[in-house]
């Protein structure tokens, strides 16, 4: 059964049905991850090690998955709202001709990339093997990761953001039982390591996957039987790259961002670089409510802007800005009193608990300047105006952190604490930035 309209109706209600399951979803994800990262530190600090230097060639799968599903989702809430059925019809089953063309094209590239990225990262030997066993199933498995994703743009378009944490919830649990088993082997499977953290991860993808696809078939939103929709049209496809391009090099951003901070703190030891790894994946839970009322904010505003309601397009972006500051405050205090039992999660390495603690409770200070750049870039992505957010996160991520950490470690060779707090002032800067920016758009709708 369809969502209702959001065009119409209580809009702290409708933000709440979007965001709430959403925020449930990416928690049991987010745990999902944590589950992952303590089997590898199970392995070895060189393991836990390996994954955090894989994460950000990974992270291309996300941001490819992520920035495609996020543009097709605004110009389908788009629609919707405009009730233009053909429109809308077309583009969702666009979305998966797409999918299959993107999901090849990030395969061969991981596969062809990764070594020499790793190595370029300072990897070598064990530690090289390790991060390339755990990187190559899910380049081959890229497809699954697309799949699921534009299935879910689709019925976040609609404004059903349940089915979907439906699939994450259970996703959670399946790798409680996957994960040590690939791992350790057992009933006939030989024991797999860290590669088979991946293959297990892959193998939840395709399951969550082929379900969202099924519900997306059978609630009508794609019509098999239809070949006008699904058969391959350029024109189409330019629409949706025109939209998801910018959000994806919004997303890589981060993966390159990542792939810049872990090459500067090679200069600090691995123990830092697993310190890091560590406290990001704490982060994210901080960040779950935030990730929700993003998702929410291009359903909502996404089809009241096709409609031309403009006032609940403000409202809603005023709301899910006072509801973030709320929740993130109430975060961010539980990461600063409970930081080092959080990084004990994920290893017994007494260096990298001590290092992660630090990491952990300086950024506790700035969780809020991520909660803006979810809202403001998530509402200018539902008014299809995608190009801020790309170059939003390649100056916060990129940019400023190449000249910035130069200084920081080359010139003033400052401390790892000093490092941290040079992130902190690069995310605050831009924060500022990103609000300013999105308030001005906002008084400029008529």
């Not at 976040?156 to 994450?168: E, N, P």
Request: proline share 3%; glycine share 10%.
């Amino acid at each position: 059964m369809d969502s209702p309209s959001l065009t119409s109706g209580s809009l702290p209600l409708h933000i709440r049905r979007i965001a709430l399951p959403m925020s449930i979803g990416y928690f049991f994800n987010t745990m999902y991850n944590v589950v992952d990262s303590f089997y590898a530190g199970r392995i070895s600090t060189e393991a836990l090690a390996a994954m955090a230097l894989s994460f950000p060639l990974f992270f291309i799968i996300v941001a490819i998955s992520g920035g495609l599903a996020r543009g097709a989702s605004a110009l389908i809430a788009n629609a919707i709202g405009a009730k233009d059925k053909d429109l809308e019809a077309t583009l969702s089953g666009q979305v998966f001709s797409l999918a299959c063309v993107c999901a090849l094209a990030v395969s061969i590239f991981g596969l062809s990339t990764a070594t020499p990225l790793f190595k370029m990262l300072g990897a070598s030997d064990n530690y090289l093997s390790l991060a390339t066993s755990y990187t190559t199933p899910l380049f081959i498995g890229a497809v699954f990761f697309l799949l699921s994703s534009m299935s879910n743009a689709i019925l976040l378009a609609h404004g059903d953001s349940k089915t979907y944490s439906r699939v994450l919830i259970i996703g959670f649990f399946l790798n409680l039982i996957l994960d040590p088993w690939f791992l350790y082997g057992g009933f006939g499977l030989p024991a797999m390591g860290i590669k088979g953290i991946a293959c297990a991860t892959v193998l939840i993808q395709a399951i969550g996957g082929f379900y969202l696809f099924s519900v997306v078939v059978r609630r009508g939103h794609v019509t098999l039987r239809c070949t006008e929709h699904l058969k391959p049209k350029l024109k189409t496809y330019g629409q949706i790259l025109r939209q998801g391009i910018p959000t994806s090099f919004n997303l890589m951003s981060i993966a390159m961002g990542f792939f810049v901070t872990t090459y500067f703190l090679k200069f600090y030891g691995e123990g830092a670089v697993a310190a890091f790894g560590v406290g990001t994946r704490i982060e994210q839970m901080a960040l779950l409510p935030a990730i929700g009322l993003g998702s929410a904010i291009v359903s909502i505003v996404g089809q009241n802007n096709g409609a031309g309601e403009i006032e609940r397009v403000r409202e809603c972006v005023r709301l899910c800005f006072k509801y973030g500051l709320y929740l993130i405050i109430t975060a961010s205090v539980l990461l600063f009193v409970f930081a080092t039992p959080l990084v004990q999660l994920f290893t017994e390495d007494s260096e990298v608990i001590e290092t992660g603690t630090r990491y952990v409770r300086i950024v506790s200070f700035i969780q809020w300047a991520y909660v803006a750049g979810f809202i403001y870039i998530g509402f200018l992505q539902a008014m299809k105006r995608p190009m801020y957010g790309f170059a939003e996160a390649l100056t916060r991520k990129v940019i400023l952190p190449l000249v910035v950490f130069s200084l920081v470690v080359h010139f003033f060779q400052l401390s790892l604490e000093g490092f941290w707090m040079a992130m902190c002032a690069i995310n605050i800067v831009m924060a500022g930035i990103t609000i300013s920016y999105g308030q001005s758009v906002l008084r400029r709708l008529c």
